[in-house]
């Protein structure tokens, strides 16, 4: 009995087992290294990435394969399926995204009004970032004149840059660190913000090596939302 206790003290003290995490690509390029890097020192732990480009209403459905996923929304929606836990991970601001030399380019701050008239590239419609455009549209008082709809936030910089037009990206993790390629100007007026939250059915929660991970995850979270605000 007693070497079943050691055991168990053991197990408690060093998890084991195989980790399934699923992304959004925008959050998994923004956590996964760090996660990864952080549970290197546990080799009982195994953490097997994957990354997942969904509407925002099935993102609780993924739960059904992964241990955890990563998932995201405007914070101007509700929030998610009572079938998950949610553990909040980060809020990350979305600004608007401009090429260098637009007549926006040089302000500090933008309202919807100021963007009448723009030509926008969008997400698809049902993605999460398609809410704040919408919410931008009813407060400028016309709806968003969208040219292209993609996804792939690495494609959407590319088009800004070129001045195939304006988009919403997150502060983040998009790719201005030198202002030479496109400016990211915040918005008010509307909520341009995204909450990033880990997604867990509660059966999965309570395995120990699960718990490890979304240390982890949140740790990594407050790393990055800290050097980004610091």
Avoid at 81 to 102: C, I, M, Q, T
């Amino acid at each position: 009995m007693r070497r079943a206790e050691a055991a168990c003290d053991v197990f408690r003290a060093r998890p084991t087992g195989t980790v399934s995490v699923a992304a959004f690509q925008s959050a998994a390029q923004m956590l996964f290294p760090g996660v990864l890097r952080r549970l290197a020192a546990e080799p009982a732990i195994v953490v097997e990435v994957h990354d997942q480009d969904v509407a925002q209403e099935d993102f609780p459905a993924l739960a059904a394969d992964h241990d955890i996923v990563v998932a995201h929304r405007p914070d101007l929606t509700h929030g998610w399926a009572a079938s998950v836990l949610v553990l909040p991970l980060l809020r990350e601001p979305l600004d608007v995204a401009l090429p260098v030399g637009h007549r926006l380019a040089d302000r500090v701050r933008l309202r919807p009004a100021d963007l009448l008239d723009e030509s926008w590239i969008a997400v698809r419609v049902g993605f999460p970032l398609a809410a704040v455009l919408d919410a931008i549209g009813r407060s400028a008082g016309a709806a968003p004149r969208v040219v292209q709809r993609i996804n792939d936030f690495h494609v959407v910089e590319a088009l800004v840059a070129a001045g195939h037009g304006i988009s919403l990206l997150p502060r983040f993790t998009a790719d201005h660190r030198d202002g030479s390629r496109f400016r990211l100007v915040p918005l008010d007026g509307v909520p341009a913000s995204r909450e990033i939250d880990a997604l867990v059915r509660p059966d999965r929660a309570e395995r120990l090596v699960v718990g490890r991970v979304l240390d982890a995850l949140r740790a990594e979270a407050a790393l990055v939302g800290g050097a980004a605000t610091g």
